[in-house]
C-alpha cells in the first residue's frame, strides 16, 4: 500500500492517508488527516465510503493495534463514533449503514442518541 489523498463526493474535504505498517495476513493500516486534523487511531484497509452529502465517512479503524473497528466520522462536527459491531463491507446511506456481501442483512441506523468523540483539537485543548 501507498500514502493516498481521498475525496469526499463534494470535492469539499481531504482524507491524507499515510502508510504505516501490514500485519500479517492483514490490510494494511496508515494514520489519518481530514481537512488538515489528525484523527487519533489509524484507518485500516482501503474501503471508504460517504455520505452523498459528504458530512459521514465510514471506515475500518483501529485505535489500539491489533482490535479492528468499523468507525463513523462526522467530518462537519470533528466527531466520530464507534460502531457496536465491526461491519467490513458497507455502503452509507444516511442514517443507516448498510452491510454488503457477507454482511448483507447487518445495518446500523442512527437515531440520534449516540454517544459522539470529538477530533476537534480546539476542544481537546480546552480539557
Excluded at 460517504?50 to 462526522?74: A, G, H, N
Excluded at 448498510?98 to 468523540?117: A, I, K, P, V
Aim: glycine share 8%.
Amino acid at each position: 500500500m501507498g500514502n493516498y489523498i481521498l475525496l469526499t463526493p463534494d470535492g469539499q474535504h481531504q482524507l491524507k492517508l499515510t502508510y504505516i505498517a501490514e500485519p500479517p495476513h492483514g490490510d494494511s493500516y496508515g494514520s489519518l488527516v481530514i481537512d488538515g486534523v489528525k484523527l487519533p487511531g489509524f484507518a485500516w484497509g482501503a474501503l471508504f465510503a460517504s455520505s452523498t452529502d459528504s458530512r459521514y465517512v465510514v471506515f475500518d479503524w483501529m485505535e489500539k493495534r491489533f482490535v479492528r473497528q468499523t468507525l463513523v466520522v462526522d467530518i462537519t462536527q470533528r466527531c466520530y463514533f464507534v460502531l457496536p459491531e465491526p461491519m467490513h463491507n458497507f455502503v452509507v446511506a444516511w442514517p443507516v449503514i448498510e452491510g454488503r456481501g457477507n454482511q448483507e442483512g447487518f445495518s446500523y441506523l442512527f437515531n440520534g442518541e449516540e454517544n459522539w468523540t470529538s477530533y476537534d483539537p480546539a476542544e481537546s485543548s480546552e480539557s
